[in-house]
């Protein structure tokens, strides 16, 4: 056998030898990414077998890659993805969406229908209604209604696309003493400006409280949530001492300029350059179960106890409202 004939052949061997090894890599990355995607179904639908989304089980994922979750909340910060979501996708194929228990498929807006259409009852409307939510992603409005948080909170859930609200619904809200409608919306850009674009397009009866929940960079930063990056935050001023306010810049920190109280809220200057890094984070980041307790908490108005110290310590650093770790 020549040289050139041996050196060949021996090439030929250390090019099967290569595509072996990367298909063993290959089946050993999708073994491990098949037993990851198992431990996140477990961790999205615990306790109780609880409904998600494809997108809350994707962060679970990424929370089982890289549990940044776990470190203490006095370090504020957010982390990247720990995996793509192409290859998210990839591995949900390869198991098979119809054999994970608990996921949801995706909202689809449905048609206007008339509030009250379940019901004969003709004084439907003559009840007072003590609080609803309203979600930026339909996603997550149709995740908790299937968790059952509208009957267990006596709370109504809406999504974006179901605004504006039925006449009929805000008559309710205005009978009730000191009716509230909780906003609930991602920590982005286009989220932070949900209470405003919530204002305009809902005529709130007077008297009716609109409360913003979050998601708040802040917020993002105490429970370690994976961000994504997007446009960066273009209306963020690069300075000054006035709070920029959600909802209309010149208006006073906590007021929006829509039609009741509590329509914008001031963001920090950590936010602010959060922002401008064109950093955002997704409402389905939170762990299923965690976002439903904090939903239940926040539209009941339920205070947790705390020591004096620890109440100081979280006013101090968080302000009202706050999450709890997932």
């Not at 504020?76 to 998210?88: I, N």
Request: proline share 9%.
């Amino acid at each position: 056998m020549s040289d050139a004939a041996h050196a060949t052949n021996v090439s030929d061997v250390n090019d099967v030898s290569d595509a072996t090894d990367a298909r063993g890599v290959g089946q050993m990355r999708q073994a491990i990414l098949d037993r990851v995607l198992r431990t996140a179904v477990e961790k999205a639908g615990a306790p109780g077998q609880l409904h998600f989304t494809e997108r809350q089980l994707y962060y679970e994922m990424c929370r089982v890659l890289q549990p940044w979750h776990r470190a203490p909340r006095r370090a504020q910060f957010t982390s990247a993805p720990a995996l793509t979501y192409d290859t998210y996708r990839a591995t949900l194929r390869r198991h098979g969406l119809e054999s994970i228990p608990g996921l949801l498929p995706p909202a689809v807006p449905a048609p206007r229908r008339a509030a009250g259409r379940h019901t004969p009852e003709p004084d439907l409307f003559d009840y007072g209604l003590p609080r609803l939510l309203v979600c930026e992603s339909d996603d997550i409005a149709a995740m908790l209604r299937a968790n059952g948080v509208p009957m267990e909170s006596a709370c109504p859930v809406y999504g974006a696309s179901e605004l504006p609200l039925d006449s009929g619904v805000l008559r309710m809200l205005a009978l009730a003493e000191q009716g509230t409608v909780y906003l609930l919306h991602d920590a982005s850009a286009r989220g932070l400006t949900f209470p405003a674009r919530f204002a305009r397009s809902v005529d709130v009866p007077d008297g009716v409280r609109v409360v913003p929940l979050g998601l708040r960079p802040r917020q993002a930063g105490a429970l370690h949530l994976v961000h994504g990056r997007g446009p960066a935050y273009a209306a963020v001023p690069a300075q000054g001492p006035a709070p920029f306010v959600v909802g209309g810049a010149g208006s006073a920190a906590g007021t929006g300029t829509g039609a009741g109280p509590g329509l914008g809220f001031a963001l920090s200057r950590r936010e602010r350059e959060w922002l401008r890094r064109g950093r955002f984070v997704e409402l389905a980041a939170v762990n299923p179960a965690s976002l439903i307790r904090t939903v239940h908490r926040l539209v009941r108005e339920v205070r947790p106890p705390r020591s004096q110290l620890t109440e100081l310590r979280q006013v101090r650093r968080a302000g009202f409202l706050s999450w709890p770790t997932a």
